[in-house]
């Protein structure tokens, strides 16, 4: 018996693991993925199972708790956003080597217009790359279908899967049909091919081809219920969309387009249905999310000039995200009426929240800097980004996560004084550590501000896992301790922390100041629970 629930894109997939017989369930928050997790950790069939599921340091560790899991033979998942695909690609990448033995599906959430997120890159290039299958969902459905699905692929090509999700999709909501009765989990096994886990280059030698002859069968498996070709009487123009690009043609088109259309939901793409469209008609639009991967294939094969049409050619725009109406203007479909914007809607941008510590940080930094010919700081991923607006105007780069501490050591080696770098409790546990372990080995004179809200503050207040053990991962790491100064982040404290904060700069070498003061919103919620308890 099936029942209808009402879900984001993110709890679609995260409901179709659990259904799917999924183990285990390792992420990094990070929008628009962050619901993947909190779902799997609220849902009463993964708390009765155990299902165990984890906020990871990082994404790279994510990845690696998930393929133990596999190598035991179980199914799991590692959830990120796109960029964190990054920080994992190193065991990503040699996960396709290795395979899998239980189904793992590795989730990536783009974010197209960059709502959240430094760039707007596509994770799609990573499958090719690595040679694993993508899955791509166009709905709420698919997403939660595409699970079972995922697990299955896996198990019967034993390769890792990585399922792309982006930011519409993932945040809205649709009524999804699920499974009256959830899968059993997998026992535990052993790989039947135990050198390939071993990837010393003699065994990595034997297995590539292996990895490469997969990958070609992965290509016929893709025509499925999710890729598939419907025909049109109107042979001029053929369609290729993607994903959730799909449902843009079909509401462009009132659900009856002219045009075939060639739905492509898994990759590497089945090239005889794209032959077989673009034999048929004399020109190919190509409506994807994201960055112009298949219209690029497309270009790549041969086809004459103006053939292909998209992203690169203009007909659809080149940065953002798709629309409905953008896919309109594409065809030449009159637009839509638009409702005017009602005067008392203003824009408003992103702001620290009042009573934050990041706040008490940035006026006691400024305070300081002043005092100093041309200072640098050097800011991180974070909420305290935002210190780079006003009225603070407090750091100088953000480039990714950890970079604060290590842009600060290079700038330092190159002569910069002050060197600042300011980063968040979170994120040094995420990537800082290592950065700082270069500055301590070479005792750079740079001062690393760690503004310590005891969360994951900026996607909605995860466990952070350096609380509570900042100072003794600095010192453990070798810092010296009388360097690392704990200070409190509050309105009351501003001059003193100033004058921590001068008398570190002046100090040669390297310190680090640990400005500690918990978020206001999960102190709001912390308070609450109590309360409730009471």
Same mark, same amino acid.
């Given at each position: 018996? *099936? #029942?209808?629930?009402?879900?984001?894109?993110?709890?679609?997939?995260?409901?179709?693991?659990?259904?799917?017989?999924?183990?285990?369930?390792?992420?990094?928050?990070?929008? %628009?993925?962050?619901? $993947?997790? =909190?779902?799997?950790?609220?849902?009463?069939?993964? #708390?009765?199972?155990?299902?165990?599921?984890?906020?990871?340091?990082?994404?790279?560790?994510?990845?690696?708790?998930?393929?133990?899991?596999?190598?035991?033979?179980?199914?799991?998942?590692?959830?990120?956003?796109?960029?964190?695909?990054?920080?994992?690609?190193? %065991?990503?990448?040699?996960?396709?080597?290795?395979?899998?033995?239980?189904?793992?599906?590795?989730?990536?959430?783009?974010? %197209?217009?960059?709502?959240?997120?430094?760039?707007?890159?596509?994770?799609?290039?990573?499958?090719?790359?690595?040679?694993?299958?993508?899955?791509?969902?166009?709905?709420?459905?698919?997403?939660?279908?595409?699970?079972?699905?995922?697990?299955?692929?896996?198990?019967?090509?034993?390769?890792?899967?990585?399922?792309?999700?982006?930011?519409?999709?993932?945040?809205?909501?649709?009524?999804?049909?699920?499974?009256?009765?959830?899968?059993?989990?997998?026992?535990?096994?052993?790989?039947?091919?135990?050198?390939?886990?071993?990837?010393?280059?003699?065994?990595?030698?034997?297995?590539?081809?292996?990895?490469?002859?997969?990958?070609?069968?992965? =290509?016929?498996?893709?025509? &499925?219920?999710? &890729?598939? +070709? &419907?025909?049109?009487?109107?042979?001029?123009?053929?369609?290729?969309?993607?994903?959730?690009?799909?449902?843009?043609?079909?509401?462009?088109?009132?659900?009856?387009?002219?045009?075939?259309?060639? #739905?492509?939901?898994?990759?590497?793409?089945?090239?005889?249905?794209?032959?077989?469209?673009?034999?048929?008609?004399?020109?190919?639009?190509?409506?994807? =999310?994201?960055?112009?991967?298949?219209?690029?294939? +497309?270009?790549?094969?041969? *086809?004459?000039?103006?053939?292909?049409?998209?992203?690169?050619?203009?007909?659809?725009?080149?940065?953002?995200?798709?629309?409905?109406?953008?896919?309109?203007?594409?065809?030449?479909?009159?637009?839509?009426?638009?409702?005017?914007?009602?005067?008392?809607?203003?824009?408003?941008?992103?702001?620290?929240?009042?009573?934050?510590?990041?706040?008490?940080?940035?006026?006691?930094?400024?305070?300081?800097?002043?005092?100093?010919?041309?200072?640098?700081?050097?800011?991180?991923?974070?909420?305290?980004?935002?210190?780079?607006?006003?009225?603070?105007?407090?750091?100088?780069?953000?480039?990714?996560?950890?970079?604060?501490?290590?842009?600060? #050591?290079?700038?330092?080696?190159?002569?910069?004084?002050?060197?600042?770098?300011? $980063?968040?409790?979170?994120?040094? *546990?995420?990537?800082?550590?290592?950065?700082?372990?270069?500055?301590?080995?070479?005792?750079?004179?740079?001062?690393?501000?760690?503004?310590?809200?005891?969360?994951?503050?900026?996607?909605?207040?995860?466990?952070?896992?350096? &609380?509570?053990?900042?100072?003794?991962?600095?010192?453990?790491?070798?810092?010296?301790?009388?360097?690392?100064? =704990?200070?409190?982040?509050?309105?009351?404290?501003?001059?003193?922390?100033?004058?921590?904060?001068?008398?570190?700069?002046?100090?040669?070498?390297?310190?680090?100041?640990?400005?500690?003061?918990?978020?206001?919103?999960?102190?709001?919620?912390?308070?609450?629970?109590?309360?409730?308890?009471?």
């Amino acid at each position: 018996m *099936t #029942k209808r629930q009402l879900l984001l894109g993110n709890e679609a997939f995260a409901l179709g693991a659990i259904h799917a017989g999924m183990s285990g369930a390792y992420a990094y928050p990070g929008t %628009p993925s962050t619901e $993947i997790l =909190e779902f799997v950790q609220r849902d009463p069939i993964a #708390k009765e199972r155990g299902v165990h599921s984890h906020w990871s340091a990082n994404e790279k560790t994510a990845v690696e708790e998930a393929l133990g899991m596999s190598f035991a033979g179980r199914r799991a998942i590692a959830a990120m956003k796109h960029v964190g695909l990054n920080v994992a690609a190193d %065991p990503f990448v040699n996960s396709a080597m290795t395979g899998a033995n239980g189904g793992l599906i590795v989730v990536a959430a783009d974010d %197209p217009s960059m709502h959240s997120s430094q760039n707007e890159q596509d994770s799609r290039f990573y499958g090719a790359f690595a040679r694993i299958p993508v899955l791509e969902p166009a709905d709420q459905q698919e997403a939660y279908d595409m699970a079972a699905y995922g697990f299955e692929l896996s198990e019967k090509y034993a390769t890792p899967v990585l399922l792309r999700l982006v930011t519409r999709l993932a945040h809205s909501r649709a009524a999804v049909a699920t499974v009256g009765e959830p899968a059993p989990e997998n026992p535990m096994s052993n790989p039947d091919k135990p050198a390939r886990w071993v990837l010393m280059p003699a065994n990595s030698r034997r297995r590539y081809p292996e990895v490469l002859d997969t990958y070609n069968a992965l =290509e016929d498996a893709a025509s &499925t219920r999710f &890729t598939h +070709l &419907t025909d049109g009487p109107d042979h001029s123009i053929g369609i290729v969309a993607s994903g959730i690009a799909w449902n843009y043609v079909m509401e462009a088109f009132g659900g009856e387009c002219p045009y075939p259309v060639l #739905k492509v939901a898994q990759y590497p793409i089945p090239q005889k249905l794209l032959r077989q469209l673009a034999d048929s008609c004399k020109s190919v639009m190509v409506v994807e =999310e994201g960055q112009p991967v298949i219209e690029e294939s +497309l270009r790549g094969i041969g *086809t004459p000039d103006g053939f292909v049409r998209g992203r690169y050619t203009g007909e659809l725009p080149r940065t953002g995200e798709l629309s409905v109406e953008s896919v309109r203007r594409a065809f030449g479909i009159a637009a839509a009426p638009v409702p005017a914007t009602p005067e008392a809607v203003t824009p408003r941008p992103p702001a620290l929240c009042q009573g934050c510590g990041h706040r008490d940080v940035f006026h006691a930094l400024n305070d300081t800097l002043s005092g100093y010919e041309s200072p640098k700081v050097f800011g991180d991923i974070g909420c305290y980004t935002l210190g780079y607006l006003a009225p603070f105007r407090a750091i100088d780069t953000v480039v990714d996560m950890g970079a604060s501490i290590t842009m600060a #050591k290079g700038a330092s080696d190159a002569g910069q004084h002050p060197a600042v770098a300011v $980063i968040g409790d979170s994120t040094f *546990t995420h990537s800082g550590m290592t950065g700082l372990l270069d500055a301590i080995n070479e005792n750079s004179n740079i001062t690393v501000v760690i503004s310590d809200n005891l969360t994951t503050a900026m996607t909605g207040g995860q466990d952070s896992q350096g &609380t509570g053990k900042l100072r003794d991962i600095c010192i453990g790491l070798g810092a010296a301790p009388e360097h690392v100064v =704990e200070i409190d982040a509050s309105p009351r404290k501003v001059a003193e922390m100033a004058e921590v904060f001068r008398r570190e700069i002046d100090h040669d070498g390297l310190s680090v100041i640990i400005a500690a003061r918990e978020c206001l919103q999960t102190a709001r919620r912390h308070n609450s629970s109590k309360t409730r308890r009471s």
